[in-house]
């Protein structure tokens, strides 16, 4: 065993002192980013299924008549935005405002066969309906870093009507 020299007392005590903190930090980190992650996940499922339930306004006329499926756009847009502020009232305190506001202020686009998504700018073979919603959320955890504890997502989900 080496003998002990007196300038090597106490480097371990300094080590914990600035390491541990920056371990704190990073682990914290590493939480926010999972938080993050999972709220996306549920807003972009809530985004998919106000989309899905927004398909179901199909025009009764055309089925009636037997031409290809269309939907009706005020009614697919209502549908979305009543649809979107039920589920994104489950988030509770996360949304930074209101669920009627964050569906009224959502982008809703209803779109049929042969024209273009002004969302995802693809081709539409199907009726369509696509939503993008900017949702402020609050991530208390981020004033650990000195981070700002309202971020926005932005996040897009669309549904296709089937028949």
Do not use: C, W
């Not at 972009?44 to 499926?69: H, I, K, V």
């Not at 939907?71 to 847009?77: I, V, W």
Request: negative net charge.
């Amino acid at each position: 065993m080496r003998p002990r020299r007196a300038h090597e007392r106490g480097q371990v005590a300094v080590y914990a002192v600035v390491l541990f903190p920056l371990l704190v930090l990073v682990l914290s980190l590493v939480y926010v980013v999972g938080n993050v992650e999972d709220l996306r996940s549920k807003i972009r499922a809530d985004l998919d299924m106000a989309a899905l339930t927004a398909t179901q306004a199909l025009d009764p006329t055309a089925l009636a008549t037997g031409a290809p499926p269309r939907l009706l756009p005020d009614e697919a847009d209502q549908l979305a935005r009543q649809y979107l502020a039920q589920n994104l009232a489950a988030l509770g305190s996360v949304l930074a405002e209101s669920p009627s506001d964050a569906a009224a202020a959502a982008e809703v686009a209803v779109t049929n066969s042969g024209d273009t998504d002004p969302i995802t700018g693809s081709a539409v073979t199907v009726p369509t309906v696509t939503i993008r919603l900017a949702a402020p959320v609050h991530i208390s955890l981020l004033s650990v870093a000195g981070l700002p504890t309202t971020i926005s997502l932005t996040l897009v989900g669309s549904a296709a009507a089937r028949t």
